[in-house]
């Protein structure tokens, strides 16, 4: 039988929710030749959505926009229940809370009997009014309900405890994110235009205050001068971070890369990862820094630490920004003994997340 799956998601910006969504519609098809997928964005245009992701391209049929405005909006539920129909969808899986309210009832409408949803962190449920939201969503929309990680299925069942979540991890390629050797880690710089002396700092994440960039630039003007900051990603507070950096004296050693497609070459440039965000669910970049050799140091909110091999990370609160220093310097001193893994092996891989997730719609 024809299966017809869409991925619903807030926004198709750079980000791991959509990044995930990509991959499941990329590797799914692949598992399955009986199965197509599409990705639905609730906002934004496929205008909008490919200047700013060009990885998209490729995909470009497969994607489609409501363009819904901000608010709570009857007549997306209406749009996405006519496109439902229109591709002929088998089932729904929706990607976190907004995208559960309008997937939930638009897939109810258009007669759909499989409505997948997946909790990628669990920090919005710290907010009564978002519990009480969710609850009633679950218990009115009866989804399969789907978490990525121990600890996030752990917080959704005492909120919510006759949810009954599966565990399914976020995954990567490992085939893809692979470590190289260091004559082949200058060509990575090069491709950047980052320098070849000292030692590379990276962040992969988008430039909003969710995810700690001013506690790093701050931590990273305290460093010895040989460092080098490298911060792929792009968002709305690039200019005030650009200005932060101008600020505390940094801008020649701090290079905003914006956002990039070819996150391999990134990772296998950098000595160091540092994601310092404030709210994590089971982040991918982490996974993908270590895939490919690179030592990391996170933040220990959320599950972030849960992304972590013990022998290359170390993570800590971020309410106490005076250790950033000590931190770095202890991560970095250990960077320079450590030499760069040849091989990784975690436990979520692509080749798993699919397989595994793609039993959900059946």
Not at 103 to 132: C, Q, S
Not at 222 to 246: C, K, N, T, V
Not at 272 to 287: A, D, T, V, Y
Not at 339 to 347: D, G, I, K, Q, Y
Request: include cysteine; proline fraction near 7%.
């Amino acid at each position: 039988m024809r299966q017809v799956i869409i991925q619903l998601v807030q926004h198709l910006r750079p980000g791991g929710i959509e990044t995930m969504a990509l991959d499941l519609l990329n590797h799914i098809s692949t598992l399955d030749t009986h199965c197509e997928t599409h990705i639905v964005s609730l906002e934004g245009t496929a205008e909008q959505a490919l200047a700013a992701w060009p990885r998209l391209k490729p995909y470009s049929q497969k994607l489609h926009f409501l363009n819904k405005p901000a608010g709570l909006r009857p007549d997306a539920v209406i749009a996405l229940s006519g496109l439902l129909k229109q591709l002929q969808a088998t089932a729904i899986h929706t990607h976190h809370i907004g995208p559960l309210l309008y997937g939930g009832m638009a897939a109810k409408l258009a007669g759909l009997k499989i409505h997948v949803h997946t909790e990628h962190d669990a920090w919005h449920l710290n907010a009564r009014a978002n519990r009480r939201l969710q609850r009633m969503l679950i218990g009115l929309l009866k989804p399969t309900l789907v978490a990525d990680c121990d600890a996030v299925a752990d917080v959704l069942t005492r909120y919510f405890p006759r949810s009954q979540p599966q565990v399914i991890l976020n995954g990567i390629d490992t085939h893809k994110f692979t470590p190289v050797h260091p004559d082949e880690q200058c060509l990575m710089k090069a491709k950047f235009n980052l320098p070849q002396y000292g030692t590379l700092i990276g962040c992969a994440a988008r430039l909003e205050t969710v995810k700690g960039h001013q506690f790093l630039l701050e931590a990273f003007s305290r460093l010895h001068p040989r460092f080098i900051l490298a911060l792929a990603g792009d968002g709305s507070l690039r200019e005030e971070l650009q200005a932060s950096a101008e600020r505390l004296g940094i801008s020649n050693r701090v290079y905003f890369l914006g956002a990039l497609d070819d996150m391999t070459s990134f990772y296998q440039a950098i000595d160091i990862f540092c994601l310092p965000s404030l709210n994590e669910g089971l982040p991918l970049s982490p996974l993908e820094a270590q895939a490919s050799g690179v030592p990391v140091v996170i933040t220990d909110v959320g599950v972030a630490a849960a992304s972590s091999v013990k022998t290359v990370a170390c993570w800590y609160p971020p309410e106490m920004p005076p250790h950033w220093k000590a931190a770095f310097s202890a991560v970095s001193t250990a960077a320079a003994s450590l030499p760069r893994a040849s091989s990784f092996s975690p436990t979520p891989t692509l080749r798993i997340l699919p397989g595994r997730t793609s039993h959900c719609y059946s």
